[in-house]
């Protein structure tokens, strides 16, 4: 391999596939464990009636892990507070986390349109995530320390170089006749993304969405409820240690292994979460028949699923009934011992803390560790 110098564009980023042996035999048995991991994971997922409470309630999570790593700082609570409102004080971290949900769905939305990856469909993710128009970058840009001047890495750069990159991983990514593992293939194509950074900004986020498009394109899973964010925060060092050994060593065996055990400890947890939530849903539809017989409409039971912050004005569309009615039902709910009624502003809320409990799975004070670079 070329001696790589962390100070100079990587322009000699090799090309993919790599040229080395991939599935040796630990990563065919760490991917034996992720494999069983995953199908039990969607299997679950297929056994949610409303497979909408998915998409919202897990990829609202999944945009606070995956904001946190680039030190875009909010909590679950106020990001759920935010999409229930829309309240234009909160914090510019958490109205950039926002846009994460947004992002996924039109990823999603175009896979079912076009069953490929392309380049403009990265760059649209990547748009969406920064709320602003975005192109392949033809500004350098490095991942370090500005206050220090250390640099960790340079990725390539130059247009044309960009541009040949983007477009190998892309034909990589849509070879149907490659006999690697998808899970596998995902692993390479988290690396090289990462490593190519094509977007000025957003390139982590974009990155991190790619892993689940990637997974529903190959038929791994049904819906997206499979969140890598928080296991690449809670292993942060492991996560930058293997990619920069796969840059200057060419260690892909360590860095697919790592990723194989992501996939399998965040599938294990997602099956566990899905179950507490489908339970936790029938046990909110069978106390409301008994304690809140007039709030216990199918609809209002999703929603509260799929918005843990509730608002009368919500109700009201779901259920289509008056403002006072509205409110009558969420304060059945509340005084049922369900929901929990919150001041934020001018605003009533009706939090539904037991989902928020199950989602969030740690305290939103967690320790955090600063890593520089552009996110």
């Known amino acids: 391999m070329t001696e790589f110098d962390p100070r100079s564009p990587y322009n000699s980023l090799p090309e993919l596939p790599p040229v080395t042996e991939i599935e040796t035999l630990g990563v065919m048995r760490a991917l ?102 975005t192109d392949i970058r033809d500004t350098p840009v490095y991942i370090g320390n500005p206050l220090t001047r250390y640099v960790a890495y340079t990725p390539p750069y130059g247009k044309p170089t960009l541009l040949r990159l983007i477009e190998n991983l892309l034909n990589f990514a849509n070879d149907d006749a490659s006999t690697l593992d998808p899970i596998v293939k995902m692993a390479i194509i988290h690396y090289q993304f990462e490593a190519i950074h094509p977007f000025p900004d957003g390139n982590g986020r974009t990155g991190r969405i790619i ?107 779901v259920d289509g009934v008056t403002r006072a009615t509205a409110r009558s039902r969420l304060e059945a709910l509340a005084k049922a011992g369900m929901l929990e009624r919150i001041k934020s502003g001018r605003h009533q809320l009706f939090r539904n803390s037991q989902l928020i409990e199950i989602l969030v799975g740690r305290s939103d004070d967690m320790e955090f560790v600063v890593h520089f670079g552009d996110g």
């Not at 700082?73 to 846009?99: C, F, M, P, Q």
């Not at 964010?229 to 060092?237: P, Q």
Request: net charge neutral; charged share 25%; hydrophobic share 40%.
């Open 32 to 133: 034996n464990l992720a494999s069983r991991a995953l199908a039990n994971l969607n299997g679950t997922a297929l056994s949610v009636p409303n497979p909408q409470l998915l998409i919202d309630t897990f990829a609202i999570a999944e945009a606070v892990a995956s904001s946190e790593i680039e030190n875009v700082i909010t909590t679950s609570d106020e990001l759920y507070r935010y999409l229930a409102v829309g309240n234009e004080r909160a914090s510019d971290a958490t109205k950039e986390a926002a846009r994460y949900r947004p992002a996924l769905s039109l990823g999603i939305e175009r896979l079912r349109d076009q069953p490929q990856l392309n380049a403009q469909l990265l760059t649209d993710i990547c748009g969406q995530i920064l709320g602003s128009k």
């Open 211 to 317: 892993n689940i498009l990637f997974l529903l394109l190959k038929g791994l899973l049904d819906q997206p409820v499979l969140y890598l964010s928080r296991y690449f925060l809670s292993h942060r060092r492991e996560y930058y240690a293997g990619l920069r050994s796969v840059t200057e060593a060419g260690a892909w065996e360590a860095w697919i292994r790592f990723i194989l055990g992501g996939v399998k400890e965040v599938a294990e947890e997602g099956r566990d979460n899905l179950t507490k939530i489908r339970e936790l849903r029938r046990e909110f539809a069978d106390r409301a028949r008994i304690d809140a017989p007039t709030a216990s409409s199918e609809q209002l039971m999703d929603l509260l699923f799929m918005r843990p912050y509730a608002t009368t004005k919500m109700v009201q569309e």
